[in-house]
């Protein structure tokens, strides 16, 4: 089997040369769990031929239903490296660079530097602010994955949104997709968050960053229109979307198409790149 072959039914679509593209492009994960590890292995059937891998985290139990590079025997074995087996078994001949750390360790972030595109699947907002700005200082297009679902009175609300950043004014800041409030108790010490619990007259593990539930479907259906979009910038079939939203709830995909804030500090960093 040839590799032309293997992928005729999508240079079909975008030409020989976005397979080639796509072969070509070193492409950044970090974050492998229920949105990233689908992202690998979307990837990796497109034909992205070389990854880097960043995660610090190693599988759980409770992760098993959407962790898609994960079995049950996989249990306490690091994710990275379980996504490098997967990619493995799609692509033999793919150049994987795993760095088993976290967000923004020194070694993932010289890691990270190297790559063409960055496709993320982190769970906390902290890390995504981090990773808008090493993004946008190193001229890197950014596209963030993200699942809720919301606590509401009646029917629960749940889906996701795609933001594709670093191609055209519009990012994580200031198109306000993240909560500044997690953000600023990411950074404070148990002390601090004591004094802040005591203020607010709640427990302090509350104040914690925390993670909703997470089902695979509703991961599967917001991961493939990251890779979708990731798959357009590469080939060069079309610009990604600034910002899609999708409501499992209601069983929408929506492209938002409000302005971003004047002004975003990252956004002008990518612009001068």
Known sequence: MTEDSRYLRQIDLFGAAGQDRLARATVGYPGLGGLGSHHVRLSAYLGVRSFVLVDGDTTSEHGLNRQVTAYPSDIDELKADLAKREILKIAPTANVIVVPKHLPHPDAMAALAEVDLL?????????????????????????????????????????????????????????????????????????????????????????????????????????????????????????????????GDIGTVRLNIDPPQSGCPYCARWGRS
């Open 119 to 247: 496709i993320g699947g982190l769970d906390h907002d902290l890390p995504r602010l981090q990773l808008t700005d090493f993004a946008s200082a190193n001229g890197i297009p950014y596209i963030d994955a993200a699942t809720d679902v919301v606590d509401v009175d009646g029917p629960p609300v749940y889906g996701g949104r795609v933001v594709c950043a670093g191609i055209t004014p519009g990012c994580l800041h200031c198109l306000d997709q993240l909560d500044k409030d997690a953000i600023r108790r990411a950074t404070m010490t148990d002390e601090q968050l004591a004094v802040e619990a005591a203020i607010y007259g709640v427990p302090v593990e509350s104040l914690h960053p925390q993670t909703g539930p997470s089902v695979v479907t509703i991961n599967s259906v917001v991961a493939s229109l990251a890779i979708t979009e990731a798959m357009a910038l590469l080939t060069g079939l079309r610009n990604p979307q600034r910002h899609l939203v999708y409501r």
